[in-house]
């Protein structure tokens, strides 16, 4: 009654793999309806990134101008050539501490230099098809250093939430806060109070009226209030006087062998976390939307894009997760909704520039706080520490080395010991279960009893059966969900069989748990069958439990339990 799916199919060519979505997109059909959806949803996220992209600028010790360079030139860029239907590009908080450090360090030309040579990087990466390498860092991975960046960004906002003016505010977190407990007595009431009417407003317009800009609201709500009461507050004109009214001409970064040579860690870190943060969000659309990007060709994409923005004065593009998830939830039909979220902004530059310059930066202080705690992935910390003590050893090495060392030393020990944990466990998995070895071997049929073979089995179409063997770990979801991904909305169930797997680890339950819900808005049933009573604990800590899916104990009693529910079912139309 069923068919097992196997994943042979031949590879794409040059040209499959680096075309852009948009022309997928346009080779299907584009009328005006679709022009209509995603104008609406690019008009939405242009909404939500404006604030934003000058926020995030600020905080990184750039000017607001320059947030917008980048949300115009690298978004732009991003929809037109990107693997992602829907990637939304633009200035990341994630980016915060390391532009920052970068500016302290090399200057305003040291960034654009370093943001240019992560742009050739970055395609560099695509092309040479290494997209998918990114994919093998472990789940806690991610997790951690998104934690540990978020509080980073919490602490660099203490001082304009606050109103405090240190003499000098340094980057490393404990030196940070002794500067800023000297700098006590600078408190501005006005300030604390425009930061807690800000966070007020976006908490609640997101509570009572989800659907509207609680940011931009919150943001001019407080600019006209502030401007009116005449506060004692800084706002963007007494920063920066103001934003420009049209963007810059483009010019190349200053370039010689020494300056390269200064910035190039930097590059190298730009590099990391942006192909991590962009295919993590693709792969968010993805899972949105049950549509599958292409790594490598969002990575060229990710590549020009920051060579463009670092051409007009901007920094680091890379996909944004919010705006993304924005942009599906507006209704976007393809990557005309990113440009013209791009062009949406360009307008408000054009037009509405000097109104900006009454934003308090208090009230930019409090949008950022709300990022930040966004970013924490409270139920999946909570989910990991639960793991066991290895993922809970990986989550807080990478998460402490991420606010007291390094990003990019996070990401290399975490993934270290990743790897240790993976070798420690398969060593034990594999004395329990000898007859379950990591790669399968050839046996002769006689080798064990079997049952006959059933044709039924593989006639109807209506239930696919996927059978898993060897480990699901961090290093095989890629591979394995790639197989998933393209099983069809037109099966009504899929049997996932693990009764090959010895081992799995939270990065595979993750990818499960990613399957089930993408299953369940394709209104197909997700059965589990085979899985040892340690592989049960790790999948229910992630939620895969009824109704989101069925467990059984064999393939034979998934396909049993659908059998009596189908005659049970009474006849279409009946």
């Given at each position: 009654?069923?068919r097992?799916?196997?994943?042979?199919?031949?590879a794409p060519?040059?040209?499959?793999m680096?075309?852009?979505?948009l022309?997928?997109?346009?080779?299907?059909?584009?009328d005006?309806?679709?022009?209509?959806?995603d104008a609406?949803?690019?008009?939405t996220?242009?909404?939500?990134?404006?604030?934003?992209?000058?926020?995030i600028?600020?905080?990184?010790?750039?000017?607001p101008?320059?947030?917008?360079y980048?949300?115009i030139i690298?978004?732009?860029?991003v929809?037109?050539l990107?693997?992602?239907r829907?990637?939304i590009?633009?200035?990341?908080?994630?980016?915060?501490?390391?532009?920052?450090?970068?500016?302290a360090?090399?200057?305003?030309?040291?960034?654009?230099?370093?943001?240019?040579?992560?742009g050739?990087?970055?395609?560099?990466?695509?092309?040479?098809?290494?997209?998918?390498?990114i994919k093998f860092?472990?789940?806690?991975?991610?997790?951690?250093?998104t934690a540990g960046?978020?509080?980073?960004?919490l602490?660099?906002?203490i001082s304009?939430?606050?109103?405090?003016?240190p003499?000098?505010?340094p980057g490393?977190l404990?030196?940070?806060?002794?500067?800023?407990w000297?700098a006590?007595?600078?408190v501005?009431?006005?300030?604390i109070?425009l930061?807690?009417?800000?966070?007020a407003?976006?908490?609640?317009?997101r509570?009572?009226r989800?659907?509207?800009p609680?940011?931009?609201?919150a943001?001019?709500?407080v600019a006209?209030?502030?401007t009116?009461?005449?506060?004692?507050?800084?706002t963007i004109?007494?920063?920066?006087?103001?934003?420009p009214s049209?963007?810059p001409?483009p010019?190349?970064?200053?370039?010689?062998?020494a300056?390269i040579?200064a910035?190039?860690?930097?590059?190298?870190a730009f590099?990391?976390?942006?192909?991590?943060?962009?295919?993590?969000?693709?792969?968010?659309?993805d899972g949105?939307?049950g549509?599958r990007?292409?790594?490598?060709?969002e990575l060229?994409?990710q590549g020009?894009?920051n060579?463009g923005?670092s051409?007009?004065g901007?920094?680091?593009?890379?996909g944004?997760?919010?705006?993304t998830a924005?942009?599906?939830?507006?209704?976007?039909?393809g990557p005309?909704?990113g440009m013209?979220h791009?062009?949406?902004?360009?307008a408000?530059m054009?037009?509405?520039?000097p109104?900006a310059?009454?934003?308090?930066?208090?009230a930019l202080a409090?949008?950022?706080?709300?990022v930040?705690?966004?970013m924490?992935?409270?139920?999946?910390?909570?989910?990991?520490l639960?793991?066991g003590r290895?993922?809970a050893?990986?989550l807080?090495a990478?998460?402490?080395?991420?606010i007291f060392?390094?990003?990019?030393?996070?990401?290399?020990?975490?993934?270290?010991?990743g790897s240790?944990?993976f070798?420690q466990?398969?060593?034990r998995?594999?004395a329990?279960?000898?007859?379950?070895?990591?790669?399968g071997r050839?046996?002769?049929?006689t080798?064990?009893s079997r049952?006959?073979h059933?044709?039924t089995?593989?006639a109807?179409?209506?239930?696919?059966v996927?059978r898993?063997?060897g480990?699901l770990f961090?290093g095989?979801t890629?591979s394995?969900?790639s197989?998933?991904d393209?099983i069809?909305?037109?099966?009504k169930?899929l049997?996932?069989?693990?009764?090959a797997v010895?081992?799995?680890?939270s990065?595979?339950?993750?990818m499960i748990?990613g399957?089930?819900?993408?299953?369940r808005s394709?209104?197909?049933e997700?059965?589990l069958t085979?899985?040892?009573?340690?592989?049960?604990?790790?999948?229910l800590m992630?939620?895969?439990?009824?109704?989101l899916?069925?467990h059984?104990?064999?393939v034979d009693?998934?396909?049993?339990?659908?059998?009596?529910?189908q005659?049970?079912?009474?006849p279409?139309?009946g």
């Open positions: 009654m069923t097992t799916t196997t994943a042979t199919r031949d060519s040059f040209a499959e680096f075309t852009p979505k022309w997928t997109v346009l080779r299907e059909g584009y005006a309806r679709h022009l209509r959806a609406v949803a690019g008009l996220v242009a909404i939500v990134a404006l604030p934003l992209s000058m926020a600028a600020i905080a990184s010790g750039a000017s101008a320059q947030g917008l980048t949300a690298g978004g732009f860029l929809s037109l990107g693997g992602s829907f990637q590009g633009g200035p990341a908080g994630a980016f915060i501490i390391l532009v920052a450090g970068t500016v360090e090399h200057g305003m030309d040291g960034l654009i230099l370093a943001t240019f040579l992560s050739l990087m970055l395609a560099g990466t695509g092309l040479l098809r290494l997209g998918t390498f860092i472990p789940f806690p991975v991610t997790v951690g250093f960046i978020a509080v980073i960004i602490a660099s906002q304009p939430l606050l109103g405090l003016s003499d000098d505010e490393e404990v030196a940070k806060l002794g500067a800023l000297d006590r007595a600078d501005t009431p006005a300030a109070g930061s807690l009417v800000t966070i407003l976006i908490l609640g317009i509570t009572w989800p659907k509207w609680g940011m931009l609201i943001i001019g709500v006209v209030a502030s009116l009461i005449d506060l004692p507050v800084e004109g007494t920063r920066f006087g103001g934003i049209s963007l001409l010019a190349l970064p200053e370039i010689s062998l300056r040579v910035v190039l860690p930097a590059a190298i590099t990391l976390l942006g192909a991590i943060e962009s295919l993590l969000s693709a792969v968010v659309a949105m939307t549509r990007h292409r790594s490598n060709c060229v994409a020009v894009a060579l923005s051409l007009f901007g920094f680091c593009v890379t944004t997760i919010a705006r924005t942009n599906v939830r507006s209704g976007a039909h005309v909704a013209l791009a062009l949406f902004l360009l408000f054009l037009i509405a520039a109104v310059a009454y934003i308090p930066l208090a409090g949008v950022l706080v709300i930040a705690w966004n924490i992935e409270r139920p999946a910390i909570a989910v990991l639960r793991s290895g993922e050893l990986v807080a990478t998460f402490f080395l991420t060392r390094d990003l990019t030393e996070a990401i290399i020990v975490g993934v270290a010991l240790v944990l070798i466990r398969m060593s998995t594999t329990i279960y000898r007859d379950i070895p990591l790669v050839d046996e002769a049929d080798a064990r049952d006959a059933d044709e089995v593989t109807d179409p209506d239930i696919v996927y898993i063997t480990a961090f095989a890629a394995i969900g197989v998933l393209r069809e909305d037109r099966h169930a049997i996932v069989d693990f009764s010895p081992f799995l680890d990065t595979g339950a993750h748990e399957l089930a819900r993408k299953a394709r209104k197909v997700l059965w085979g899985t040892s009573r340690p592989m049960r604990r790790e999948l992630h939620g895969l439990k009824k109704p899916v069925r059984a104990a064999s009693h998934a396909l049993a339990s659908l059998n009596r529910r005659a049970l079912a009474p279409a139309g």
